[in-house]
């Protein structure tokens, strides 16, 4: 019988209408019932392009006997990110001060007053690679709300004044602008990787804000350090696999240093930022292939999200067939099979399709070669190779789109 999430018009909250989780809405009745029996609430934030938010769902939210656990001492409540950003922003920051790190699915219990107290993002059903399983944490939850309730409300409520608290004290003094984007940039350039470009270790996000930041921070100062360390990553990303090499679009972020394996899934402000940011790039550097990469990503926004009334898809699926990234990958047979033998061995070597692959016995295309290096070794002339190699990224995208796609929120 399905839920309450029935009534909701989400694709996401849709997703998880037939969840033996007795899932509800944030609304006056879900929140009302919480104080009427009781009962921490359970919050579940998502959306729906999530592959961890569809991986919890299989293992945990399809689980009987945890549905019956969170029926018995919680109330569980659901929210799409993409409809309640506000609720989403205030529990990420929530998740972040509680655990030093943040993702989804947002897992977060609160007390009957929406005061959070204990948080994660992802668990696996039963313990796996050094985390606790979902049923431990629900035992342990509810155990220190029944046992410990004054503790847990103490530390409720101190959670919520340092989020009440300013980032800035009043009257504090801020420094001059340019001494603040010097800071900024020097404080980037400790985690820079200067090997592959971007900040910190593995996983990789783009943060298309922090290159902008280091692109004003290059050309105002005229700190070509900065602009170096923003020319340097991106041109990683455009040749890595976290880059879309036939639809144009970046994936959310790399699961390595290399941004060799992306997560999958597609978002529209990640893909606008950067969009942005590679026109930026291109309007300080003259580079064509920094033009090239702001074309492609807009055409993939234009033709794969944009709804049929103009209005634009906030997410794109990191599955299709049950599978991730099943959309994106190729072998050589394949790529054979619809470019011919000699067009087809050139574009494998090119975009690194092997028979062994990159990811799971596929292969992502990425380049490890430039184009004009390839040229060189082959003793091609580069735009003749271009040439080849744009007619063969039509042909192959062609043969992509009768593929099962991933889903859009829509």
Same mark, same amino acid.
């Given at each position: 019988?399905?839920?309450?999430?029935?009534?909701s018009?989400?694709?996401?909250?849709?997703?998880?209408?037939?969840?033996?989780?007795?899932?509800?809405?944030?609304?006056?009745?879900s929140?009302?019932?919480?104080?009427?029996?009781?009962?921490?609430?359970?919050?579940?934030?998502?959306?729906?392009?999530?592959h961890?938010?569809?991986?919890?769902?299989?293992?945990?939210?399809?689980?009987?006997?945890?549905a019956a656990?969170?029926?018995?001492?919680?109330?569980?409540?659901?929210?799409?990110?993409?409809?309640?950003?506000?609720?989403?922003?205030?529990?990420m920051?929530?998740?972040?001060?509680?655990?030093?790190?943040?993702?989804?699915p947002? @897992?977060?219990? /609160?007390?009957? +007053?929406?005061?959070?107290?204990f $948080?994660? =993002?992802?668990?696996p059903?039963?313990?796996?690679? !050094?985390?606790?399983?979902?049923?431990?944490?629900?035992?342990?939850?509810?155990?220190a709300?029944?046992?410990?309730?004054?503790?847990?409300?103490?530390?409720?409520?101190?959670?919520?004044?340092s989020l009440?608290?300013?980032?800035?004290?009043?009257?504090?003094?801020?420094?001059? @602008?340019?001494? /603040?984007l010097? +800071?900024?940039?020097?404080?980037? $350039?400790r =985690?820079?990787?200067?090997?592959h470009?971007?900040? !910190?270790?593995?996983p990789?996000?783009?943060?298309?804000?922090?290159l902008?930041?280091?692109?004003?921070?290059?050309?105002?100062?005229?700190?070509?350090?900065d602009?170096?360390?923003?020319?340097?990553?991106?041109?990683s990303m455009?040749?890595?696999?976290?880059?879309?090499?036939?639809?144009?679009?970046?994936h959310?972020?790399?699961?390595?240093?290399?941004?060799?394996?992306?997560?999958?899934?597609?978002?529209?402000?990640?893909?606008?930022l950067?969009?942005?940011?590679?026109?930026?790039?291109?309007?300080?550097?003259?580079?064509?292939?920094?033009?090239e990469?702001?074309?492609?990503?807009?055409?993939?926004?234009?033709?794969?999200?944009?709804d049929?009334?103009?209005?634009l898809?906030?997410?794109?699926?990191?599955?299709?067939?049950?599978e991730?990234?099943?959309?994106?990958?190729w072998?050589?047979?394949?790529?054979?099979?619809?470019?011919?033998?000699?067009?087809?061995?050139?574009?494998?070597?090119?975009?690194?399709?092997?028979?062994?692959?990159?990811?799971?016995?596929?292969?992502?295309?990425?380049l490890?070669?430039?184009?004009?290096?390839?040229?060189?070794?082959?003793?091609?002339?580069?735009?003749e190779?271009?040439?080849?190699?744009?007619?063969?990224?039509?042909?192959?995208?062609?043969?992509?789109?009768?593929?099962?796609p991933?889903?859009?929120?829509?």
């Amino acid at each position: 019988m399905p839920n309450r999430l029935a009534e909701s018009t989400s694709p996401y909250l849709l997703q998880h209408a037939t969840n033996p989780v007795e899932w509800e809405p944030w609304d006056d009745a879900s929140l009302e019932r919480s104080r009427r029996e009781d009962k921490p609430i359970f919050l579940s934030i998502g959306y729906s392009a999530c592959h961890w938010c569809h991986v919890m769902e299989h293992e945990s939210f399809l689980n009987k006997e945890i549905a019956a656990q969170l029926a018995k001492d919680f109330i569980s409540i659901k929210v799409d990110r993409e409809e309640r950003p506000d609720l989403d922003s205030v529990y990420m920051t929530a998740v972040q001060n509680l655990t030093g790190r943040g993702g989804w699915p947002m @897992s977060v219990f /609160l007390t009957p +007053s929406l005061e959070p107290f204990f $948080a994660g =993002t992802y668990w696996p059903p039963e313990p796996r690679m !050094g985390m606790p399983g979902f049923s431990q944490v629900l035992s342990a939850v509810a155990e220190a709300w029944r046992e410990r309730r004054d503790a847990v409300v103490t530390q409720a409520r101190e959670m919520v004044r340092s989020l009440e608290r300013p980032l800035v004290s009043p009257g504090a003094t801020m420094p001059q @602008s340019d001494e /603040l984007l010097v +800071s900024a940039a020097t404080t980037l $350039a400790r =985690t820079f990787d200067r090997h592959h470009g971007g900040f !910190g270790a593995a996983p990789k996000f783009p943060h298309p804000m922090d290159l902008r930041l280091l692109l004003r921070c290059g050309e105002r100062l005229g700190r070509k350090e900065d602009t170096a360390m923003v020319v340097k990553t991106l041109e990683s990303m455009a040749a890595g696999g976290i880059h879309d090499q036939l639809g144009g679009g970046f994936h959310r972020y790399s699961v390595d240093e290399r941004w060799l394996v992306p997560h999958f899934e597609k978002m529209l402000y990640d893909n606008a930022l950067l969009a942005t940011t590679y026109l930026e790039a291109f309007q300080v550097t003259g580079r064509q292939d920094f033009s090239e990469v702001v074309t492609s990503t807009l055409d993939y926004l234009l033709r794969d999200m944009t709804d049929p009334d103009g209005g634009l898809w906030s997410t794109q699926d990191a599955d299709s067939e049950g599978e991730e990234g099943i959309f994106y990958v190729w072998n050589p047979a394949n790529i054979q099979q619809v470019l011919g033998q000699e067009e087809g061995a050139m574009f494998s070597y090119l975009y690194d399709v092997t028979p062994d692959g990159n990811f799971e016995g596929q292969s992502i295309l990425n380049l490890p070669k430039t184009i004009d290096q390839v040229a060189a070794m082959r003793a091609i002339a580069p735009d003749e190779l271009r040439r080849r190699i744009e007619a063969s990224k039509k042909k192959l995208h062609h043969q992509r789109s009768l593929r099962v796609p991933p889903s859009i929120d829509d």
